[in-house]
């Protein structure tokens, strides 16, 4: 089969333009970096080319490295060789930069002569996303260009710009009109033919003094965290030799760092949940067209349904606030102003964006006011009948075809959809929270639902820029019901005799950014309390049930915001103090329980944590809650603090070996069977030596 044309050449007299095709992205996959490589190299033949502009068809640069390759070993030319033909080129190069110059594609830009771009387009170098360092040159160029100081963050961070603060950073030469980009990049190019080229290979002395800096104050920061990547601290180094050495021993010197990170479990881990993401992203309705959405109603204006507005707000689409009564109303609205404010005052968003948001933003207690909403988010109390009632006005008042969605935590959507006289319109929209920050969305999926509310729920996801993942209909989803039986597996350590802080200092070593108990006492310790008391009469009398938290919260110790949870907070937004007073009446349990405290390794605690873990996302997989492993993944990951590097727990069963989790799971069920039954999904992949992972394999 011939290979597909992936770069475009047209001339403009002396100009050759060089247009890479590979649609939608650009990505540089093999076949374009060998047909770029071609070009190049006939252009420095070619006696009738003075200059060359390097574009992107159909919008965009170039997202980079073609993720597809990224299993195989790729084969030169490197992205690497083709930027160091363009930096040598004795002709003017100029990089015409719009919609995405990103990894790969903007160490091409960065070889050249000259970048002009659009000022919407994103410039970045997000490697360190999936734990790589630029593998392309621009470890060595970027710190050339701009200084080690302004380079230094955007690497660490994988963070984008767009083309105003590119040329504000002296990565862009100039910023233009879309329509006009081409012309002010052969502008540039022809200007550059007349002039010697710069050569910005060499790095004066103050500039090094600068950067070695820089790269010292960045390290010290590095090593304040705990679980700083491994691609971060052989960045640091990459950009020392930028600064130390010359441009081609810094190449050289950059390779070794680049296949160092390719071989790290880390990166292994983040493109696991990288992929896991896109996997789940798929919409399971298959070819159902979305229904269009952009009026959306919000009814409850408390933390979930402020933070659902802000998040639509954010989007682009028409909010209508419903709250029960004008003094809530006023609150709801007062919290949306509240997120908004805290932005403006961070410098994330300027007054001129913030009043834009706003004035899509309207607000009502009178339900008609949802009369020609497309869709609704119910986000009132966590209870039955008050969201039925919400749900019975709502049939009454919303157009036919609008979707009404609920952000229940854990209710039965299943029998909310049959009270009203439309179930197929019903579905879950569980958010998270904060949910204008929080990038997990379970769509869940009830059983009378029409596939196109089910593919608007995941276009919608897409358009708020979450990750969306599909939950069948139980108490907790997905993620929730997961949580409960590793949260469980914690007290009951507890009460054997790990302290809360010993199993929050395990788990933040494993990578959690905060143990079970000091994201217990950030959460509030009130609301678990409260269903716990809901549910009081329906637990099963046999199931272990550890009374802590109760005594906790009968004292008013709901953690941060009352001072006291499990640790004691002296002043606000301090981080957590161990409290002898805590100990005190863990011991006094274990005393009513006749339970001798016994010791706890660090390991032992990672354990049996993840065994609980694994176990219950077997038992959701089972079920059918989960679609596939990797659903499981991307929503423990994105919703619930799971170490992103590790891929997500059923990634880390299958690093850890399943036989073993099964192992453990039968040893520590001669202690509570009930509690640890191994799940038969469990057993079977351990018995016939298959793994999570190939589940996601299947179609
Ligand atoms: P909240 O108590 O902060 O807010 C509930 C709001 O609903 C209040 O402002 C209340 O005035 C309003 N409301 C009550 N009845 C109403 C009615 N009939 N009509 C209009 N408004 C009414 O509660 P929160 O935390 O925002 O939770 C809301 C829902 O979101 C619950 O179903 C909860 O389970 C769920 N959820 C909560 C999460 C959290 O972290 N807080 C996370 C994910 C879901």
């Known amino acids: 089969m011939p290979e597909q044309t992936r770069i475009h050449a047209t001339r403009q007299d002396g100009v050759l333009l060089l247009g890479l095709n590979h649609p939608p992205l650009n990505t540089l996959d093999h076949a374009l970096r060998q047909q770029l490589h071609d070009a190049l190299h006939a252009a420095a033949l070619d006696a009738s080319v003075q200059a060359i502009v390097l574009h992107g068809a159909g919008g965009n640069f170039s997202a980079g490295a073609d993720i597809r390759e990224f299993d195989q070993p790729r084969q030169p030319p490197w992205a690497g060789d083709v930027a160091l033909l363009i930096s040598a080129s004795a002709k003017p190069v100029v990089a015409a930069l719009q919609g995405v110059a990103l990894g790969g594609g903007l160490e091409l830009a960065l070889a050249a002569h000259a970048r002009v771009g659009t000022a919407d387009a994103r410039l970045g170098l997000p490697e360190v996303k999936l734990g790589l360092v630029p593998g392309g040159g621009g470890t060595q160029r970027l710190p050339r260009l701009i200084g080690a100081a302004a380079a230094l963050p955007l690497m660490l961070e994988g963070r984008n710009v767009d083309g105003n603060a590119a040329l504000a950073l002296g990565l862009l030469d100039e910023v233009c009109d879309g329509p006009v980009l081409l012309d002010a990049a052969v502008r540039k190019a022809r200007a550059l033919r007349e002039g010697a080229l710069a050569r910005p290979d060499r790095i004066d002395d103050a500039a090094r003094q600068a950067g070695l800096a820089a790269v010292a104050a960045q390290r010290q920061r590095l090593a304040a965290k705990p679980h700083a990547l491994p691609a971060q601290r052989l960045l640091l180094d990459c950009v020392a ?15 070794e760092a680049f296949l160092q990170c390719v071989a790290s479990p880390e990166h292994r881990g983040l493109a696991h949940a990288f992929f896991a993401e896109r996997l789940a992203g798929k919409s399971p309705a298959g070819a159902a067209r979305p229904r269009p959405v952009q009026k959306v109603g919000v009814v409850g204006g408390g933390t979930m349904g402020a933070g659902i507005a802000v998040a639509m707000l954010d989007a682009g689409l028409d909010v209508v606030l419903i709250e029960r009564d004008a003094a809530s109303l006023q609150a709801g609205q007062d919290r949306i102003g509240g997120v908004y404010q805290r932005q403006l005052d961070a410098g994330r968003i300027d007054a001129a964006a913030r ?19 497309d869709l609704v988010v119910e986000a009132v109390f966590e209870e039955m009948e008050v969201k039925a009632r919400v749900y019975a006005e709502l049939d009454r008042v919303c157009r036919p075809g609008a979707i009404l969605a609920t952000n229940t935590s854990y209710l039965d959507i299943d029998q909310l959809a049959r009270r009203i006289s439309r179930p ?20 869940v999926v009830p059983g009378q639902v029409a596939d196109d509310v089910v593919a608007t729920g995941f276009a919608l996801a897409r358009r708020l820029g979450k990750v969306p993942v599909r939950a069948g209909v139980c108490d907790g989803f997905i993620g929730n ?13 507890m009460e054997d005799g790990a302290s809360p802080y010993q199993i929050d200092q395990a788990l933040e070593r494993f990578g959690y950014a905060m143990g079970p108990f000091r994201t217990a006492d950030l959460t509030g310790g009130d609301i678990g309390w409260a269903t716990r008391k809901r549910k009081a009469a329906t637990r099963p009398p046999e199931a272990r049930y550890v009374r802590v938290a109760d005594r906790l919260c009968e004292r008013g110790w709901f953690g941060q915001k009352t001072g006291r949870g499990y640790y004691r907070y002296p002043e606000r937004g301090q981080r957590g103090q161990h409290d002898p007073e805590v100990l005190a009446l863990i011991d006094d349990e274990r005393a009513a329980r006749g339970i001798a405290a016994r010791p706890f390794s660090d390991e032992e605690i990672v354990r049996r944590y993840m065994a609980a873990f694994v176990n219950e996302a077997a038992k959701v997989l089972e079920d059918g809650i989960a679609l596939r492993p990797a659903d499981i993944d991307a929503a423990l990951v994105n919703g619930y603090g799971f170490p992103r590097w590790r891929g997500g727990p059923m990634k880390y069963a299958d690093d850890a070996g399943l036989p073993a989790i099964l192992a453990d799971l039968e040893s520590y069920a001669k202690e509570d069977p009930g509690f640890w039954a191994p799940s038969e999904l469990l057993r079977r992949l351990a018995r016939e030596g298959s793994t999570f992972g190939k589940l996601n394999r299947q179609p």
């Open 241 to 255: 030799a930028a600064l130390e050495q010359p441009l081609e021993a810094g190449l050289r010197f950059e390779r």
């Open 355 to 373: 009043a834009r948001r706003l004035a899509r933003l309207s607000a009502a207690t009178d339900y008609a006011a949802l009369a020609e909403a």
């Open 424 to 443: 197929q319109d019903v579905i879950g929209l569980h958010f998270f929270s904060p949910a204008n920050v929080m990038k997990l969305l379970e769509i």
């Open 481 to 493: 019901r997961i949580l409960y039986v590793y949260r469980e597996a914690a007290n009951f350590m």
